[in-house]
């Protein structure tokens, strides 16, 4: 029988659907009786490579035929090599050591504690919006939602926070959100955290669940600048945004800028748990051996489909195909936004697209709920995001066609049609 023993399942976890999904192939989900769903969700930004890729599937058959668990304190093993040769040929040069976890908190956390030994210093300044994990640290990292922190209170100390630039929320141009977001996180190192104190800075490149905001040009550059300055550590949090989601196989290399530390996950193996961090291998020197790692650290299942994961992304263009699709995504939508005053503001790069709803200047979250589900009745699958949840945040998997955004941009305009009603 269905669903069985739902009763025993945590009610922890909130749930987008009632979906049973059954199986899922490229772009398409079905659920136990074969109706099929458009997941432009990706499974909140994972299944960059689309579902069941076949050269990640055949890759963890041909692994866990030979060696599911080769534990990484205890033993080397041959997937974690093919995986950093893999890595090695798209993160930024310059990044050249890797570790390599489950989960993208888990990097996060990762980053944080390289920082702390490389520096020597306490402190971390994030951004407002940010969304950094679930972790008791990641957690005071992370101002997305109260949601996250709710009851939780009080929080791990030595974090601060500084405003992210997002022109459209303070209804500035670009140059002026740049020039504010500068002078404030420059008055938090005056007035917050001195320099001196300061391990790192993280910021994820194009701000994820906190809104899909991608920050003005030269903002990136002005923050490595700044960290340069003053010793601090710069962490770009490329967990939802990176193998090749906004059309580089990272968002840093839109503005060439080079973090000292980059944290991976979610697409970086199709599904299979796996994170990393890449960084600058002078500061592994400082990173104190036995100090950090985990026993399921550099696993070998989850290294040979990330190894498959960023081949296949290679191989295929895939980061150049979210690149062309996604430009086709943003003028689908600004077309249909010239139909519905609702709909605010339309912003993005490569498939990494934001659609904010407002009403009378407000955050309509309303809306965003009502377009969701009359899509999910019509067979498309969307996520939301932003503090006030009144954005549509499309991250469709990076094998997408032209007929598939065409298709979804078609229910996309019937359900918001319905929902305006
Ligand atoms: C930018 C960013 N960092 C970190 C995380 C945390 O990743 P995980 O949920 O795998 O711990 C997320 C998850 O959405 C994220 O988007």
Redesign the pocket.
């Known amino acids: 029988m269905q669903r069985q023993g739902i009763e025993h399942i945590s009610t922890v976890w909130s749930h987008g659907t009632e979906i049973l999904v059954d199986h899922a192939q490229g772009i398409h989900l079905y659920d136990e009786e074969g109706n099929r769903y458009i997941d432009f969700t990706s499974g909140?930004g994972v299944t960059n490579t689309g579902h069941c890729h076949p050269k990640v599937v055949a890759a963890i058959k041909a692994q866990a035929e030979k060696l599911i668990f080769g534990q990484f304190n205890i033993v080397y093993h041959q997937p974690v090599f093919d995986l950093v040769a893999e890595l090695k040929q798209v993160v930024p040069p310059g990044l050249d050591s890797f570790f390599f976890a489950s989960?993208?908190?888990e990097a996060?956390e990762a980053a944080v504690k390289l920082a702390k030994h490389a520096t020597g210093r306490p402190n971390i300044i994030v951004f407002s919006g940010s969304?950094?994990?679930?972790t008791h640290l990641t957690m005071a990292m992370t101002t997305s939602k109260t949601v996250y922190r709710t009851h939780y209170q009080p929080l791990v100390g030595g974090i601060f926070v500084a405003p992210y630039p997002y022109s459209y929320y303070f209804g500035w141009d670009d140059e002026t959100t740049k020039k504010f977001a500068l002078k404030e996180l420059k008055r938090v190192l005056k007035g917050q955290s001195a320099p001196d104190e300061t391990a790192a800075i993280i910021i994820?490149p194009v701000l994820?669940?906190g809104g899909y905001v991608v920050p003005p040009a030269g903002f990136l550059a002005a923050l490595r600048e700044l960290c340069t300055e003053h010793g601090i550590m710069l962490i770009a949090?490329e967990?939802?945004s990176g193998f090749g989601r906004t059309g580089k196989f990272f968002a840093v290399q839109h503005e060439n800028v080079l973090p000292d530390i980059m944290t991976m996950?979610?697409g970086i193996a199709s599904g299979v748990p796996l994170?990393g961090i890449a960084y600058k291998s002078e500061l592994g020197k400082k990173w104190i051996t036995g100090t950090h790692g985990g026993t399921y650290s550099g696993n070998t299942l989850a290294c040979a489909a990330g190894a498959a994961t960023v081949r296949a992304i290679r191989e295929e263009g895939l980061d150049k195909n979210a690149a062309v699709q996604g430009e086709r995504l943003m003028k689908g939508l600004k077309e249909i936004q010239k139909d519905f005053p609702v709909l605010g503001d339309v912003r993005g790069r490569g498939l990494m697209v934001a659609t904010e709803f407002t009403s009378g200047g407000e955050p309509d979250a309303a809306i965003v709920k009502a377009i969701k589900k009359n899509a999910q009745d019509m067979g498309l699958l969307l996520l939301s995001c932003g503090t006030f949840d009144n954005i549509i945040r499309w991250i469709p998997p990076l094998v997408s066609k032209a007929e598939d955004i065409d298709e979804a941009l078609s229910i996309f305009r019937k359900a918001l049609e319905k929902a305006v009603k």
Do not use: T
């Not at 969304?131 to 679930?134: C, P, V």
């Open positions: 909140i989960s993208g908190a996060v969304f950094h994990g679930r994820e994820g669940e949090d967990v939802q996950a979610k994170s």
